[in-house]
DNA sequence: ACAAGTATGCACCTTTTGGTAAGTACCCAA
DNA sequence: TTGGGTACTTACCAAAAGGTGCATACTTGT
């Protein structure tokens, strides 16, 4: 009488060999991808860490501009947890009218390189992308 | 005199050419990095892709087990927005106790793609996020 | 003298997000 | 008959995230 339930776990599955396996390494994260989602979750992260390694040091000034429609607190606010979490390094010119910028570290380089296919692909998906929030958006006001 | 304030605006700053330019496109979204962001931002989305792009179709019980510490609710909506995103595909088997699974369409599988360098970093830099968190964690013990 | 720009800090509030616990309708195994 | 598994739904709530507006202290431009 079949013990054996091989049939009812997922079978074999041949697994779609173009992702690589996301293993988990260290307790308190279920993967890498875990990891990362920990550090760069925050509304306007990736966009500063973007922009960063687009442009170079940065002042908090230009920052806020490019970064648009974010309020200081919270772009002060990611800043900071960004630099506490080594990605970002904050340099205070300690001048009197102030001047600060703000630039990369290797570890936040590297994470912005990582960002580039994501980037890529939000260009080349725009348009699917657009049209899916516009039905939603119509769908909401229908049934407002 | 002097007018020209060129000097003033961000000198030509010799951009880090290693991160390509994310410009504007479309109305509604300040880059294609803003783009994807809207449609994987989601606590647990990100997760969601990169397991069906590994495992394949997968039925639901099945996935909320894999993505540890969800609820109901959450990974439900989770997966109905996804789903309205185009990224995946749900499919009802009509079966009696009900049967059901989720399955990555192509652009769904597209996104799951962008997302291995993410996953990647993550685990190659896992041991430097997890010391950040602990020293924030005891930090906050502290104060608490 | 006054407005504007510089980089923040703080109090307060709203929105968004996520979680808990219960219920549903049906089946199978003990 | 009880308990567990299937895939959800709903009502209610808590916490997190983000936004507004005001204040600071000093300078430069008008």
Redesign the pocket.
């Known amino acids: 009488m079949s013990s054996d339930r091989s049939d009812l776990l997922s079978p074999p599955a041949q697994a779609q060999a173009d992702v690589p396996r996301c293993t988990p390494n260290l307790p308190g994260f279920t993967c890498g991808l875990d990891a990362t989602l920990r550090v760069v979750?925050?509304?306007?992260k990736p966009l500063i860490l973007y922009f960063l390694a687009q442009d170079g040091p940065t002042?908090?000034?230009?920052l806020?501009r490019a970064v648009r429609?974010?309020?200081?607190?919270?772009l002060?606010?990611?800043?900071?947890e960004l630099e506490a979490d080594g990605l970002i390094k904050?340099t205070?010119y300690k001048e009197?009218?102030?001047?600060?910028?703000?630039s990369l570290t290797p570890l936040g380089h590297s994470l912005a390189q990582a960002l580039v296919p994501l980037c890529t692909w939000g260009t080349e998906h725009m348009a699917e992308v657009s049209r899916v929030f516009a039905e939603r958006a119509t769908w909401n006001t229908k049934r407002q």
Chains 1, 2 share one sequence.
């Open positions: 979750s925050g509304k306007w002042r908090y000034g230009e806020r429609d974010v309020s200081d607190k919270v002060i606010q990611q800043l900071k904050r205070d009197v009218p102030p001047r600060v910028d703000y």
